[in-house]
């Protein structure tokens, strides 16, 4: 949302921005986007307003043009909320590529998907750790994720724990930006993706675009690499704005085959055939590495998943499920039942999820209830299945073991042989 704002519309004197809503993430409609980021246009800060309200804001604002700008939603949801906007008296617009990529002078590999939890990261991450091992100077920039003062997030870059903390992320952000500092890899974020590039480009000879849920990239890419995910065959057509992804891509990543059913892998490779035929295909499986398996044989244990991946996902499981199952836990105990405060919210606006705890933490106050619905839970072990080591930023009052998941490519074509031919140039 932010990032079509400044692409397109900051600075544009044909457009007012009356007011931005947000859906999503609990309790940032109470904030405003700041004048200093608007631009010269703009001698106020642009309210939110919580998006259940667009419809009143259109009559109300006099708004002629309503622009969606999020992501990981379903075709028809797309076109009810045009509906909407058209019944109010409104005309309602998709801004694509063209209007909000970025284009820029060091190469960029971007990693998108058709849905998120699709296993993104895991892709971006060994891209990272192959141009590294290249002798490449790597970094990656992450889909924005700022949730706190937009002024001081304006451009984000993190190297090390400090940076971490200095800058008081959520469990959102930490599940993302961690693994890159493990691997010694700096990631940039924020709200400026203008000013972010020019950041990374004084470091690095390639960057490579770790998105965010199904969005498109925020770069021109060089490389355009989409993972899809045959545990939800047919995802790829039905989401927005996925399917575009979907129809960009240069590069599949036929993700999970492990996890998958036959029948969901052949759906997928019919549809590249049909709806992508000259993109390249990489098949792999989303390996899961866990720590002190052992524990979990014959134990009642809470299973906590990544949260994104659990609620707009819509995915059934993640990990710290196939790790239960794999090793063989006397049960999984239902989660919903211990759920106290912004979590019992989580479980009422996705009444799905059934037995798991999606790790949920966009501010301070559902951390801790994230923490206290934890350590309510009656069971012998935590299985937590998130990509962020929940033991570093909770408090926990039972054993919590940890489940991580890497990338297999098991075709003739995997991502090193891809790389290998990707030309770079090399700064002296």
């Known amino acids: 949302m932010y990032h079509v704002f400044l692409q397109y519309f900051k600075d544009n004197p044909y457009y007012e921005v009356v007011a931005f809503t947000q859906n999503q993430i609990p309790g940032i409609e109470k904030r405003s986007f700041p004048q200093k980021l608007a631009g010269r246009l703009y001698k106020k800060n642009i309210p939110f307003y919580p998006e259940s309200q667009f419809t009143h804001l259109i009559k ?80 990656a920039i992450r889909h924005p994720m700022p949730y706190g003062d937009l002024l001081k997030e304006e451009v984000q870059r993190f190297a090390n724990y400090e940076d971490l903390k200095k800058a008081d992320v959520t469990i959102e952000e930490r599940e993302e930006y961690e693994p890159w500092i493990n691997l010694g890899i700096p990631i940039y974020a924020g709200v400026d993706y203008k000013k972010i590039i020019k950041r990374a480009e004084k470091e690095a000879e390639v960057v490579v675009w770790d998105g965010g849920n199904n969005d498109l990239a925020f770069y021109k890419p060089n490389l355009l690499i989409v993972v899809v995910d045959p545990l939800r065959a047919g995802h790829e057509l039905r989401y927005h704005p996925g399917e575009a992804n979907f129809l960009m891509a240069d590069v599949f990543v036929v993700n999970k085959l492990d996890t998958a059913p036959k029948e969901g892998i052949k759906t997928v490779l019919e549809n590249i055939k049909q709806y992508n035929p000259k993109a390249k295909v990489i098949m792999a499986k989303s390996k899961i590495i866990v720590d002190k398996s052992e524990m979990i044989k014959n134990k009642q244990v809470l299973v906590v998943e990544d949260g994104p991946t659990l609620t707009h996902g819509e995915m059934e499981y993640g990990a710290g499920t196939v790790a239960a199952k794999r090793y063989k836990a006397k049960n999984i105990v239902d989660a919903e039942k211990y759920a106290v405060g912004s979590i019992k919210d989580v479980y009422k606006k996705y009444p799905r999820l059934k037995k798991l705890l999606p790790a949920m933490g966009y501010n301070h106050k559902q951390i801790k209830d994230l923490e206290n619905t934890i350590n309510k839970a009656r069971c012998d072990l935590v299985i937590d299945g998130s990509p962020f080591n929940l033991s570093k930023l909770l408090r926990i009052n039972k054993p919590i073991i940890n489940v991580d998941y890497e990338l297999d490519e098991v075709s003739h074509l995997d991502l090193r042989k891809l790389l290998k031919n990707f030309k770079i140039k090399k700064k002296t």
Do not use: W
């Not at 622009?67 to 045009?82: G, L, Q, R």
């Not at 990693?111 to 091992?133: E, H, N, P, Y």
């Open 60 to 139: 109300k604002l006099k708004v002629d043009k309503v622009v969606f700008a999020y992501s990981d939603v379903s075709h028809e949801y797309v076109m009810h909320k045009a509906s909407m906007c058209l019944a109010a008296g409104a005309d309602f617009y998709l801004l694509g590529p063209s209007s909000t990529m970025i284009k820029n002078n060091i190469p960029i590999i971007a990693v998108c998907a058709v849905r998120t939890g699709s296993g993104k990261s895991q892709t971006s991450r060994k891209i990272g750790i192959i141009l590294r091992d290249m002798g490449y100077k790597v970094a």
